[in-house]
């Protein structure tokens, strides 16, 4: 087991604002535990959490839902 990560370290991996990791732990939206009362995570959970985010985000023909602007212009 790899050391926790941080809220810091957390929103810095994600390129995010340490408000919206915290945000999001409270939430229960990032897998996410508490220790001594400061939220720490799992870099293995985290990449678990963003290849379920992935594979939702681009469901077979992904992008055929918007058309081309040059055919709305026609």
Same mark, same amino acid.
Do not use: C
């Given at each position: 087991?790899?050391? !926790?990560? $941080?809220?810091?370290?957390?929103?810095?991996?994600? *390129?995010? !604002?340490?408000? $919206?990791?915290?945000?999001?732990? &409270?939430?229960?939206?990032? @897998?996410?535990?508490?220790? !001594?009362?400061?939220?720490?995570? &799992?870099?293995?959970?985290?990449?678990?959490?963003?290849?379920?985010?992935?594979?939702? !985000?681009? @469901?077979?023909?992904?992008? *055929?839902?918007? @058309?081309? @602007?040059?055919?709305? &212009?026609?």
């Amino acid at each position: 087991m790899v050391g !926790a990560m $941080t809220v810091r370290d957390v929103a810095a991996y994600l *390129n995010v !604002a340490q408000k $919206t990791i915290y945000r999001l732990a &409270q939430k229960g939206e990032l @897998p996410a535990f508490k220790v !001594a009362g400061a939220w720490r995570f &799992q870099r293995s959970d985290l990449d678990r959490w963003i290849d379920e985010r992935k594979k939702a !985000a681009s @469901p077979t023909g992904a992008g *055929n839902d918007h @058309p081309d @602007p040059k055919e709305r &212009q026609r």
